[in-house]
């Protein structure tokens, strides 16, 4: 059974930096591209990032570009997102997400972690 | 950036009666178009990836159709459980966006 469990989130202040986690099982990991999704609290879906499967690639929405770095351990099978000079406007639930291969899809989320950034 | 544009962005409907939800992508995305649904305090769960194909698990009554710009999610007979937040999400280009929703409620 896939599993994708989040985890990291917490509160943080403008500017602030937090690192979340996201552990994988019932898959072989390094085969797949994973994702980062995001919801503010009442507001619709954003894609933040995708790292390919062995992590040589790597893409970013521009509104995180240059502050949020995705990244993967393959051998402990986790995701990671290092978020750095964080901004009220990044407060919200972070979804790992898996690839359905060749394909538009998302196949398997995480419950999420939240992130608040605030003062 | 593609822009995804759902609508109606509220269905008021019964159960049993045919929802239709349209996807209207800025250009085109071929068929690289997938749905989600969404209920509160949880995760999307796929629906359908390439406009057409329904996921592992997913139940006939939900079906995807179009091509190019134009999309539509069907869901031939609503069952209690289906009333929820619907995205439609491309990936033909980078960046990956999402449309802003559908909520489908009960009339």
């Known amino acids: 059974e896939v599993q994708l469990v989040e985890s990291g989130g917490g509160l943080v202040q403008p500017g602030g930096s937090l690192r979340l986690s996201c552990a994988a099982s019932?898959?072989?990991?390094?085969?797949?591209?994973m994702n980062w999704v995001r919801q503010a609290p009442g507001k619709g879906l954003e894609w933040v990032s995708t790292?390919?499967?062995?992590?040589?690639?790597?893409y970013y929405a521009d509104s995180v570009k240059g502050r949020l770095t995705i990244s993967r351990d393959n051998f402990k099978s986790t995701l990671y997102l290092q978020m750095n000079s964080l901004r009220a406007e990044d407060t919200a639930m972070y979804f790992c997400?898996?690839?359905?291969?060749?394909?538009?899809?998302?196949?398997?989320w995480g419950q999420g972690t939240l992130v608040t950034v605030s003062s | 950036e593609i822009v995804l544009t759902q609508s109606p962005a509220t269905l008021s409907l019964s159960p049993g009666e045919r929802a239709t939800l349209s996807c209207r992508a800025s250009?085109?995305?071929?068929?690289?178009l997938a749905w989600y649904q969404q209920k509160p305090g949880q995760a999307p769960r796929l629906l359908i990836y390439?406009?057409?194909s329904r996921a592992t698990g997913i139940p006939a009554r939900f079906s995807g159709s179009g091509s190019g710009t134009d999309f539509t999610l069907t869901i031939s007979s609503l069952e209690p459980e289906d009333f929820a937040l619907y995205y439609c999400?491309?990936?033909?280009?980078?960046?990956?966006?999402f449309g802003g929703g559908t909520k489908v409620e009960i009339k």
């Open positions: 999400q491309q990936r033909d280009n980078w960046p990956i966006t």
């Open positions: 390439d406009a057409s």
């Open positions: 997400a898996k690839d359905l291969p060749y394909s538009s899809g998302l196949d398997f």
């Open positions: 790292i390919s499967g062995s992590g040589d690639r790597t």
């Open positions: 250009q085109s995305v071929s068929r690289y």
């Open positions: 019932g898959f072989t990991f390094n085969n797949y591209a």
